[in-house]
């Protein structure tokens, strides 16, 4: 049995004698494969081991894509978890993943609901795989190198130095943002680049204006949640109305921004940004009242 990241377990059922065999004839052929073409590739150590970190990322291919089919085995035609009723197959399709010791390739069926519209890809929840293209443990070794290195293309590089696994920083990026730690990088990289704050930040602003709010637009094929953001300090100057005489603090230089991820994420961005405009959190009062 393997208990998954998700916290649920997966038999290992599948895993007979049969199979189990066919595994290690397979990684056979890769070994038998490889040294026969050792002497044309090795000429020192280094290039022994990077020849040899090749050869295993192609064994454990072989084997975690072995131990993840056969602990998907269980992955039944679920019911809808909204309305209850069974759901219909609506897609079968393979999905590579970068992994941390080799790619696999998983065959995912994508479930839907007639009823109310609900979908459903139980082997994703078993094998507690995420929406992007990397494997669950890479992604946390990307999204850690990331909170670390002030900078994807750099922590990109790192990772193929020490895993042998070829990532683009754009990749590092979408995987770090996934969970959510692009703040933490967005800020260490403004700070690496030497991105000045801006004048009010010094002191910070004695009132910063944050309003958050959300529009339709179309992509990918549907109508989604754009949220769009304004950060901008108020005051310290004032305006005042000719016609009522009422004083308003004046609004300073303004930034915008916009997103489709979810509430949450979003709010995290424009904080990122607040923090630019001098905000910081210790600096929040609370609202008397
Ligand atoms: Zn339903």
């Not at 754009?170 to 692009?182: C, D, S």
Request: proline content about 6%.
């Amino acid at each position: 049995m393997i208990v998954t990241g998700s916290g649920t377990s997966v038999n290992m059922e599948g895993s007979d004698e049969q199979s189990r065999e066919a595994v290690i004839r397979e990684v056979g052929d890769i070994l038998r494969a490889s040294l026969e073409r050792m002497a044309d590739e090795i000429r020192d150590m280094a290039s022994a081991e990077r020849y040899v970190q090749g050869m295993l990322r192609r064994v454990g291919s072989v084997m975690v894509n072995r131990l993840a089919a056969w602990g998907a085995q269980a992955a039944e035609r679920p019911d809808c978890t909204r309305c209850g009723r069974p759901m219909e197959v609506r897609n079968r399709q393979a999905r590579r993943y970068v992994g941390l010791v080799g790619d696999v390739e998983i065959q995912r069926t994508e479930y839907g609901c007639r009823t109310c519209g609900e979908g459903a890809v139980p082997k994703d929840h078993i094998l507690d795989l995420g929406p992007g293209c990397l494997s669950p443990e890479l992604t946390r070794v990307v999204t850690g190198a990331c909170a670390e290195i002030p900078s994807f293309e750099r922590a990109a590089a790192m990772i193929r130095e020490t895993l042998g696994v070829c990532l683009t920083a754009h990749t590092a990026a979408r995987a770090t943002e996934a969970i959510g730690t692009v703040v933490e990088q967005e800020m260490q990289e403004a700070m690496a680049e030497g991105i000045p704050p801006t004048p009010e930040a010094e002191q910070g602003p004695l009132v910063l204006m944050v309003g958050m709010d959300a529009t339709k637009a179309h992509a990918g094929g549907q109508w989604r949640d754009v949220k769009v953001a304004l950060v901008a300090p108020l005051g310290p100057e004032v305006v005042t109305n000719p016609e009522t005489g009422r004083e308003t603090l004046l609004l300073g230089p303004q930034t915008y921004g916009a997103g489709i991820e979810d509430a949450d994420r979003f709010y995290d961005r424009v904080m990122v940004r607040a923090q630019r405009a001098g905000w910081h959190p210790t600096r929040l009062r609370k609202a008397p009242g």
